[in-house]
């Protein structure tokens, strides 16, 4: 999670790479019931397939503590949002997955401080009752969806249709204005 101290900070073009992965990165209640049973689990499990990965993130919100972003189906790509004020961004990218279980976001972050460029993969596997997710290359297994659903699973955040756009609109006037544009 991110420091208060980094996220009142004006954005430098470094911090906004870190802002969308803090922003993403929800440790969830996996990293608590035990991360190395949670990683050895994950780890003996199969890849999530694309074609679930579609019906899981298409055409959906995925809501951050300060921020969310939308991942439209159609032509796959990616906006975002996070931060308000000084501290408002923005991105525009693409979103694709691989098959071995990976979603991926590539986008080109703007704030106050400057543009920049952030990827950022989460990787997928499944046991077939439980879904696992990590952010790419070195993140925490976590349980991004347990059966039954509990109402602290990552997947919750998921919302359909796109609740990022408006909010994305009101960082690009603010980010804009701010740059003297």
Not at 35 to 56: F, H, K, Y
Request: charged share 25%.
């Amino acid at each position: 999670m991110m420091s208060k101290s980094l996220k009142r900070a004006a954005l430098p073009l470094t911090a906004i790479a870190a802002l969308f992965i803090a922003g993403c990165q929800d440790m969830g209640p996996g990293a608590q019931r035990g991360t190395s049973d949670i990683a050895r689990e994950a780890m003996a499990a199969e890849p999530l397939s694309i074609r679930s990965m579609q019906r899981i993130y298409g055409n959906r919100t995925w809501i951050w503590d300060d921020g969310a972003g939308f991942l439209n189906a159609r032509d796959r790509t990616f906006v975002a949002w996070t931060g308000s004020g000084a501290n408002a961004s923005y991105a525009d990218g693409n979103w694709f997955m691989t098959q071995t279980g990976n979603l991926c976001f590539r986008a080109n972050w703007a704030s106050v401080g400057g543009d920049g460029i952030a990827a950022t993969c989460f990787e997928h596997r499944t046991d077939g009752s439980r879904i696992f997710q990590r952010r790419q290359p070195d993140g925490e297994w976590y349980v991004f969806a347990d059966s039954p659903m509990h109402p602290d699973d990552e997947i919750n955040k998921l919302r359909p249709g796109d609740a990022v756009f408006s909010r994305y609109e009101r960082n690009r006037a603010e980010v804009a204005r701010r740059r003297g544009g």
